[in-house]
């Protein structure tokens, strides 16, 4: 039962700073801002359960993708290490995961909740890194479940977070969002640091 909590709690630990519900919050009220509350409140389910699918996808079966491709866990864990720095490195500069032009692009959609919030904005390439690379400590099947229950709380706060964006852009300033941001970000290149390191002690052992 320890194994199964622990792994929860690794699981959400590692994601929250990667998908920042908080700080993506506006992100998706200002692409949404034409929509009506109760559209807003659809969409923001929509992304939970896109978010949720994509990283338990990306834990179970991203490891047989990788043989596929011949890619060995360590160039995942370097790459993927590299990925979750440089997201974070936008963070601390305070810059959006998408272009101004695909931010424009979205405004001009009826619905961003697979593109361009669930994916690229949340659950990018760097978040789906990290859950292939959470895969590696998986040992059992409650290790397994813990991750999967870790990705589900993480879609529920995700789910809180977009569905009363409305509220927390009136009460949350912009500069407070953006100190958060920075904040997390220094947490996000913390962990792709590890991860680059992780894969080039077992890469280059000695």
Not at 67 to 95: C, E, K, P, Y
Not at 126 to 131: F, I, K, P, R, V
Not at 158 to 176: G, K, P, Y
């Amino acid at each position: 039962m320890l194994d199964l909590f622990h792994s929860i709690a690794v699981a959400f630990v590692a994601m929250f700073p990667m998908i920042n519900p908080i700080g993506h919050a506006p992100v998706f009220y200002g692409m949404t801002s034409d929509d009506t509350p109760a559209r807003r409140k659809v969409m923001s389910g929509v992304i939970s359960v896109y978010v949720f699918l994509i990283l338990t996808v990306s834990l179970l079966f991203g490891n047989l993708l990788l043989r596929f491709f011949g890619i060995t866990i360590d160039d995942l864990r370097i790459a993927g290490g590299l990925l979750v720095a440089h997201s974070g490195w936008a963070m601390l500069g305070n810059q959006s995961r998408v272009t101004p032009h695909e931010h424009a692009a979205a405004e001009e959609k009826e619905d961003v909740s697979l593109t361009p919030m669930a994916m690229p904005i949340l659950a990018g390439p760097g978040a789906m890194s990290l859950a292939i690379g959470l895969s590696t400590y998986g040992q059992t099947f409650p290790h397994y479940i813990g991750f999967v229950l870790g990705f589900a709380a993480i879609a529920l706060l995700t789910w809180i977070c977009f569905r009363e964006s409305d509220a927390m852009v009136r009460v949350l300033s912009v500069n407070a969002i953006g100190a958060l941001n920075r904040v997390l970000g220094l947490f996000i290149i913390a962990i792709g640091v590890n991860m680059v390191v992780k894969g080039m002690l077992d890469v280059f052992p000695h």
